[in-house]
């Protein structure tokens, strides 16, 4: 899980910014700080760059955003996409020019060749198969960052992993979790029972909860520590050529999907036990978790954990999110339970041989929706994404709709089974994205008393409820850009990155075709 090198860092070795995590993000803050000229290194545990997009997230989550807010480097790597599928004589089924909501599709592969080619043209330095160790500070400046293979000094540091990492070694404060209702006056915070309760029962003959099932009750709601659910985006075909069979899983146990079958059995339509199918090129499906299913890819409560795990730890809590995947596609494929229809369709599937062989076709990256979250120079939270949308140090727009998976699945009081946390998407009227709302420099910004050279793009200060929307590469890809121009700034300019100009650093964004400001009819919206 953790293996490979593409390079290996020397003693303290040199650069103007360091960012840790070359998830899309990432990816993106390299690049922008290397095309502003700073001397840069990406820094990452895995063997491989462009996080979820390369590694299974094959169905681009701006079909429910306003592309228009989408510009910078989130367009030119779609246009690149394009341009690579356009030589190989392959038409897409969609027009990047075109800001309309269709799916933007592409296989991990593509992505990942995109990924790495920005990198490479902007001379930025890759060391993959490091593993976050430690980081040492003098105050709040973190001089450097060891890591299993090696040192890494800079000026700047930003921090794009999915579990916000750096920052927690730098000891800047987050959390992970739930707020309470109350705590920031939330409506959509804390508990969440937006899906039908189950009339089956969660018990098994001697009284216990079945498996699948995460508590006895829901609990207080009064904010708690748990995350909307991980999973997988599988990439998978039916094409004879391509597909790599999916044998019987040594761990399968019928057993494990008894809820599943007593859910199927008085369930009107079959489709709540099941997973997400979406067509992507190559003759190929992107398999995903369905938020609106009641049993699909996630493994309910099982990453709880994560965020503060260490890495033996997580490769854990990783391994038991493969075995439940490939468990539930045999069960899918094979029980009497599930519909004839469902099985052969299911069973005629197989892993394609072109993605991920080095990981026996298996996508190295889990799905993590959530993780830490900063506690920075101010919070973002419900009322930024729905009526306070107009901020005064705007880096970029987000408006993909508040969206949270399942977080808990539990025994009800009489009897019955209800899965709780789910957000579903909310629109705006008349249209296929969420509320655009400005993102704040803030909200990427540590504490100035905790960390002075520290930008945060993707476990930024926000409540669980905000990040449900901000949460997606699309968003993320946007702070990762205007956090790689910050951080560039201040290394030329020496100073905190709390003190950085604002009217200077939204010049240069605008400059790189960073889209800052929101259309009338966003804020018509909410008047």
């Known amino acids: 899980m953790f293996a490979g090198l593409a390079g290996v860092a020397r003693a303290a070795e040199n650069f103007d910014v360091v960012v840790y995590g070359a998830t899309p993000s990432g990816v993106f803050a390299a690049t ?19 996080g979820m997009m390369s590694s299974g997230l094959s169905f681009s989550d701006s079909n429910q955003t306003d592309r228009r807010t989408l510009g910078g480097l989130f367009e030119e790597f779609h246009l690149r996409v394009e341009a690579d599928y356009k030589k190989r004589g392959v038409t897409l089924p969609y027009d990047v020019s075109v800001k309309d909501n269709r799916p933007w599709t592409y296989e991990p592969h593509v992505a990942e060749q995109v990924f790495q080619d920005l990198l490479r043209e902007a001379g930025v330095k890759i060391f993959t198969g490091q593993q976050l160790v430690s980081a040492a500070k003098e105050g709040a400046h973190i001089r450097q960052i060891t890591t299993d293979h090696g040192e890494f000094a800079a000026r700047e540091f930003v921090d794009a992993s999915y579990e916000g990492d750096l920052m927690a070694a730098a000891m800047v404060s987050s959390v992970v979790g739930r707020e309470s209702k109350a705590q920031y006056d939330e409506s959509l915070a804390g508990q969440q029972f937006k899906k039908p309760k189950l009339a089956v029962s969660p018990r098994d003959a001697a009284g216990k909860l079945l498996p699948l099932m995460t508590a006895e009750s829901a609990g207080p709601d009064e904010g708690d520590k748990h995350i909307m659910t991980y999973s997988w985006r599988i990439v998978m075909t039916k094409d004879p050529e391509n597909r790599v069979p999916l044998e019987k899983p040594a761990t399968y146990d019928p057993a494990r999907f008894e809820l599943a079958r007593r859910i199927l059995q008085n369930a009107k339509d079959p489709r709540v036990v099941a997973v997400d199918i979406y067509p992507i090129p190559g003759n190929k499906v992107d398999v995903n978790n369905g938020i609106g299913k009641q049993l699909s890819m996630g493994l309910i409560g099982a990453a709880d954990a994560w965020p503060d795990a260490t890495p033996a730890e997580r490769a854990k809590i990783w391994q038991a999110h493969k075995d439940y995947a490939l468990e539930l596609l045999w069960f899918l494929g094979h029980d009497p339970a599930v519909p004839e229809a469902t099985r052969a369709d299911i069973s005629s599937y197989g892993f ?5 062989a080095k990981s026996d076709y298996w996508p190295p990256v889990i799905y993590i929706r959530e993780a830490r979250r900063m506690l920075g120079e101010v919070v973002m939270t419900q009322a930024d994404i729905r009526k306070n949308i107009s901020k005064p140090d705007s880096i970029g727009i987000g408006s993909f709709p508040v969206d949270s998976h399942d977080c808990q699945r539990v025994a009800t009081e009489d009897g019955g089974v209800v899965n709780e946390g789910t957000i579903f998407p909310i629109h705006m009227a008349g249209v296929k994205y969420g509320q655009p709302y400005q993102l704040p420099y803030r909200a990427i910004l540590p504490k100035r008393a905790e960390c002075d050279n520290l930008l945060v793009p993707v476990c930024l200060s926000a409540s669980h409820v905000a990040l449900s929307s901000v949460r ?19 290394a030329k300019n020496n100073v905190a990155v709390q003190e950085l100009s604002l009217p200077e650093l939204q010049k240069n964004l605008r400059e790189v075709k960073q889209v800052l400001d929101l259309q009338p009819e966003h804020l018509a919206a909410v008047q």
């Not at 922008?32 to 462009?50: D, H, I, K, S, Y």
Request: aromatic share 4%.
């Open 352 to 356: 394609a041989k072109d993605e991920f």
């Open 32 to 50: 922008a700080a290397a095309r502003a000229g700073a001397r840069v290194a990406l820094v990452e545990p895995l063997p491989l760059v462009g």
């Open 472 to 490: 997606v590469e699309p968003t993320w890809m946007v702070l990762g850009q205007s956090a790689g121009v910050a951080a560039a700034l201040a």
